[in-house]
T-cell receptor, first 111, second 114 residues
């Protein structure tokens, strides 16, 4: 059973454009939704996280939009840069203990 | 900046052999985790560890797997009899608290089972 569904699998964006990655979940007990960024050969690193008591969280060029009723959340990367090229994973947790990760999105930002 | 370290970076082993993957979590963290990532697939939770015992484990974490914190700094994952399908990147992570707290991931150990 796939707890968290992520799309698209890959994304190509021009420099300066907006990158949007979407995730959906089924388990209404999930109450913590982090996004991780992973560069080749490295472990995932926390980018930004949200709890369901807010609908949006912004940190610099990165914004999470959260729709509790639709059980969906998305990552928006504004003014995308070539250095943002990486794999992005959404995740969800109900205990803070076990993270359920999405399948990942490979983002390529073209100069 | 403190970081999680893992050794070795790459481990090659024969099917049926035992392997031990080592991790040094961030020093003041209390919660420790192992995840694996099969090439090109998502990151999957294996086990979490707190206060010298397993607090949660997934279906993947069967009797072939065990974890240990042998001293005050190391956290190990042992696979008793490796199978071909155990080939994956194994990530160790640690966190200061449990709920809503960032899990810091190490760089991973690539395990190749031949």
């Amino acid at each position: 059973q796939q707890q968290v569904k992520q799309s698209p699998q890959s994304l190509i964006v021009q420099k300066g454009g907006i990158s949007i990655i979407n995730c959906a979940y089924e388990n209404t007990a999930f109450d913590y939704f982090p996004w991780y960024q992973q560069f080749p050969g490295k472990g995932p690193a926390l980018l930004i996280a949200i709890r369901p008591d807010v609908s949006e969280k912004k940190e610099g060029r990165f914004t999470i939009s959260f729709n509790k009723s639709a059980k969906q959340f998305s990552l928006h990367i504004m003014d995308s840069q070539p250095g943002d090229s990486a794999t992005y994973f959404c995740a969800a947790s109900d205990t803070g203990n076990q993270f359920y990760f999405g399948t990942g999105t490979s983002l390529t930002v073209i100069p | 900046e403190p970081e999680v370290t893992q050794t070795p970076s790459h481990q090659v082993t024969q099917m049926g052999q035992e392997v031990i993957l080592r991790c040094v979590p961030i020093s003041n963290h209390l919660y420790f985790y192992w995840y694996r990532q099969i090439l090109g697939q998502k990151v999957e939770f294996l086990v979490s560890f707190y206060n010298n015992e397993i607090s949660e484990k997934s279906e993947i974490f069967d009797d072939q797997f065990s974890v240990e914190r042998p001293d005050g700094s190391n956290f190990t994952l042992k696979i008793r009899s490796t199978k071909l399908e155990d080939s994956a990147m194994y990530f160790c992570a640690s966190s200061l608290q449990l709920s809503y707290n960032e899990q810091f991931f190490g760089p991973g150990t690539r395990l190749t089972v031949l």
